[in-house]
């Protein structure tokens, strides 16, 4: 299993992961670096310990927010497409109707058309 070294709040760690998660580990551990620095930067030095779990906390708060809207995404996700559905079966009926309708005038038209030429004189050259 390979190793990559990490730096957290100046101290580096090594960290085991599988192959070739190498490169998203360490990106990983900046991004949870950066949050441990920016505590420090509001804070000051309170203690390594501390201010880990306080940066913990911070991305566990960050990930909860994420999940949360996911959640209220996936909602209207769900909203729009059953919304898209209704609409797509309206139509569906709609185009159904104009097609009964445009027919009848059809049949209408060749009745009248049967009518006149039933009716018309035909001219005579």
């Known amino acids: 299993m390979p190793e990559v070294n990490v730096e957290i709040n100046g101290r580096k760690y090594r960290m085991a992961c599988e192959e070739g998660q190498q490169k998203r580990l360490i990106g990983l ?3 949870f670096n950066d949050h441990v620095e920016q505590l ?3 804070v000051g030095e309170i203690g390594d310990n501390r201010l880990t779990v306080m940066a913990g906390i911070a991305v566990v708060d960050e990930l909860a927010e994420a999940e949360r809207r ?6 209207e996700v769900l909203v729009l497409t059953r919304a ?3 609409v797509a ?3 569906e009926a709609l185009e159904a109707s104009f097609a009964a309708r ?3 005038a059809a049949r209408l038209i060749e009745g009248v058309a049967e009518t006149l030429d039933d009716t018309a004189p035909i001219p005579q050259n």
């Open 40 to 42: 420090k930067g509001a």
């Open 29 to 31: 551990a900046e991004r």
């Open 70 to 75: 996911i959640k209220a995404l996936e909602t």
């Open 102 to 104: 445009l027919s009848d």
């Open 84 to 86: 898209g559905q209704e």
């Open 89 to 91: 079966a309206e139509i």
